[in-house]
């Protein structure tokens, strides 16, 4: 009989590619995950990884069982999830991840929903922008909120995208700048020549801002990479400089800023929640992603709100 824990266990290490990196995934120590998988290699009848001196990799044999154990997980996750369903009450812990701006902008809302809930706790954590959909497929949280800047990110066989909202570039500026009037239109070629602040390059809001100026000839290079939004803002509202900013990012409350939406159809992307497609029934799980719905929605009204007037 094959045990359901060493099956996570060798899923976890065909996804971490070493025992070391599983072991510090998990909590275990190298020694520890070793045993286990030369257990399941008993279990199994065959052996699951060839090892050298200083690595291990999948067998043709542990590949195909990995795929196996993958389909028997989330059938056991969708039954957990069923029998949880026809008791109707969520219980126990919720594990949802979001990027730094979204963690900041629902954290208040869910709170204050879900601790009617009061079988059900919520642990809220931060990963960076792209790591979200695979910490959710790896089974380390239950929902994840990303940010999508190129619209790719779809349902699969394992897991489900549900939209929430849009999320554009708005111009931050120092609120005493002369561009805080919104009487003055704003010319991307002008803007262009002022004391520009970003993330550091690679960082997809940087690259987003690279997007919005290609029109114009580009961006000057940018003489002050800062890492965090919200360093940013406090930076624009000290006077340093001004930025383009995803209007999220304006959820956390910096004052002495003034915002100003650009011309057109300015670059931006969407927020999404993802969840396993196995977990989606079980009540905590359900009752949380409701509640992300709802605070999504009143997000996006007070952002519109932000991005039409000073701050």
């Keep these: 009989m094959l045990d359901l824990r060493r099956l996570t266990l060798i899923c976890e290490f065909a996804r971490r590619g070493s025992i070391a990196a599983t072991a510090t995934a998990l ?8 045993q286990q998988l030369v257990a399941l290699e008993r279990e199994a009848g065959t052996a699951l990884l060839d090892r050298t001196a200083r690595s291990a990799e999948l067998t ?21 999830s069923d029998l949880s369903a026809q008791a109707g009450t969520p219980a126990g812990r919720v ?14 809302a869910l709170a204050r929903t ?3 809930h009061t079988e059900l706790s919520l642990r809220l954590g931060q990963s960076r922008s792209g790591r979200g959909m695979r910490e959710v497929q790896a089974g380390e949280v239950d929902i994840a909120l990303i940010d999508d800047w190129y619209g790719r990110a779809r349902d699969s066989d394992s897991t489900r995208v549900f939209p929430l909202l849009h999320d554009p570039l708005v111009l931050v500026v120092p609120r005493k700048h002369r561009l805080a009037d919104p009487d003055i239109p704003l010319d991307l070629a002008e803007l262009r020549d002022e004391p520009w602040m970003a993330t550091p390059d690679g960082e997809p809001s940087r690259l987003a801002v690279d997007r919005l100026f290609v029109d114009v000839g580009g961006t000057k290079p940018t003489p002050w990479e ?6 940013i803002l406090s930076l624009v509202a000290k006077g340093i400089g001004i930025a383009a900013v995803p209007s999220l990012a304006l959820a956390a409350g910096v004052r002495g800023i003034a915002v100003r939406s650009f011309p057109g159809d300015p670059v931006g992307r969407d927020v999404h929640a993802v969840a396993r497609t196995s977990s989606v029934h079980r009540p905590s799980v359900s009752v949380t992603l409701r509640a992300i719905h709802v605070a999504a929605r ?14």
């Design 60 to 80: 043709d044999a542990g590949r195909r069982l990995v795929a196996h154990a993958e389909r028997i997980l989330a059938m056991v996750e969708e039954a957990e």
């Design 27 to 34: 909590g275990y120590s190298p020694s520890a995950v070793s």
């Design 226 to 231: 800062f890492e965090g939004l919200g360093t």
């Design 114 to 116: 879900l601790r009617r």
């Design 95 to 108: 594990v949802l991840t979001a990027f730094p701006t979204a963690a900041v902008a629902f954290a208040p």
């Design 298 to 311: 009143y997000i996006a009204a007070d952002l519109e709100q932000l991005r039409l007037a000073e701050r």
